[in-house]
C-alpha cells in the first residue's frame, strides 16, 4: 500500500486554507487502506493520516489568548485536526483526478467527545494523529488524537462533510 508525506507547498496546493489560518505543516505519513481501486468507502475507512504543526510564539491568536499565558485556543487543536483529517482523501483524489481538485470542500458539521487534557504552548510540536471511522455518502466521522512530546493533549471525534465540485466526493 502506497504510503505519501508531503510538504507545505504540496499541502498548499491541497487545502484552501492560508495564513494564518493554515493550521498543517507536514504531513508525515497518509496509510490508506484496502484497494484504492474498490468502491467508497471500502477505500477510505480505516484510512490513519499524521500531520505536524509547528507552534510558535508568532501565531497571530497569541496576542489575546492570553497574554503572560499563552496557549492555543481549544477551537484551533480541533481546526488543526480537520484540516490534517482532510488529508485521508488524498490518495483517493489523487488516483481518480490524476491531479488535485480545485473544487474539494471539507466543511466541518460536527465534533463529539472533545477532550482537552494539556495546555499547547509556543514552542510544542503539535502531533495530530487521524483516522477515518465511518463514511456514509458526503459524512466522514474521523477519530482525532493531539500529542505533544508523546502526551496527548486533546482528542475529538470530527464529522465532516466532503465535497467536490457539489457533487459527493467518490
Same mark, same amino acid.
Given at each position: 500500500? /502506497?504510503?505519501?508525506?508531503?510538504?507545505?507547498?504540496?499541502?498548499? #496546493?491541497?487545502?484552501?486554507?492560508?495564513?494564518?489560518?493554515?493550521?498543517?505543516?507536514?504531513?508525515?505519513?497518509?496509510?490508506?487502506?484496502?484497494?484504492?481501486? =474498490?468502491?467508497?468507502?471500502? /477505500?477510505?475507512? &480505516?484510512?490513519?493520516?499524521? &500531520?505536524?504543526?509547528?507552534?510558535?510564539?508568532?501565531?497571530?491568536?497569541?496576542? &489575546? @489568548?492570553?497574554?503572560?499565558? /499563552?496557549?492555543?485556543? &481549544?477551537?484551533?487543536?480541533?481546526?488543526?485536526? /480537520?484540516?490534517? %483529517?482532510?488529508?485521508?482523501?488524498?490518495?483517493?483524489?489523487?488516483?481518480? @483526478?490524476?491531479?488535485? #481538485?480545485?473544487?474539494?470542500?471539507?466543511?466541518?458539521?460536527?465534533?463529539?467527545? %472533545?477532550?482537552?487534557?494539556?495546555?499547547?504552548?509556543?514552542?510544542? #510540536? +503539535?502531533?495530530?494523529?487521524? +483516522?477515518?471511522?465511518?463514511?456514509?455518502?458526503?459524512?466522514?466521522?474521523?477519530?482525532?488524537?493531539?500529542?505533544?512530546?508523546?502526551?496527548?493533549? =486533546?482528542?475529538?471525534?470530527?464529522? =465532516?462533510? +466532503?465535497?467536490?465540485?457539489?457533487?459527493? +466526493? #467518490?
Amino acid at each position: 500500500m /502506497a504510503e505519501y508525506s508531503l510538504n507545505v507547498n504540496q499541502i498548499q #496546493s491541497f487545502l484552501p486554507h492560508r495564513s494564518p489560518f493554515l493550521l498543517v505543516d507536514r504531513i508525515l505519513e497518509i496509510h490508506p487502506v484496502g484497494d484504492l481501486d =474498490a468502491p467508497p468507502p471500502v /477505500a477510505e475507512v &480505516g484510512t490513519r493520516v499524521v &500531520g505536524i504543526k509547528a507552534v510558535t510564539f508568532n501565531e497571530p491568536y497569541f496576542q &489575546g @489568548h492570553f497574554p503572560g499565558f /499563552a496557549i492555543v485556543p &481549544g477551537v484551533l487543536l480541533l481546526e488543526t485536526m /480537520a484540516q490534517v %483529517a482532510s488529508f485521508s482523501v488524498y490518495p483517493n483524489m489523487v488516483k481518480t @483526478h490524476g491531479a488535485l #481538485s480545485k473544487g474539494f470542500q471539507c466543511i466541518l458539521v460536527g465534533v463529539e467527545g %472533545a477532550r482537552f487534557r494539556k495546555p499547547v504552548v509556543p514552542g510544542d #510540536s +503539535l502531533r495530530i494523529e487521524t +483516522l477515518v471511522t465511518k463514511r456514509r455518502a458526503t459524512l466522514w466521522v474521523f477519530q482525532c488524537q493531539a500529542f505533544v512530546d508523546g502526551q496527548k493533549v =486533546a482528542e475529538a471525534d470530527i464529522l =465532516a462533510n +466532503l465535497i467536490t465540485n457539489s457533487r459527493e +466526493l #467518490s
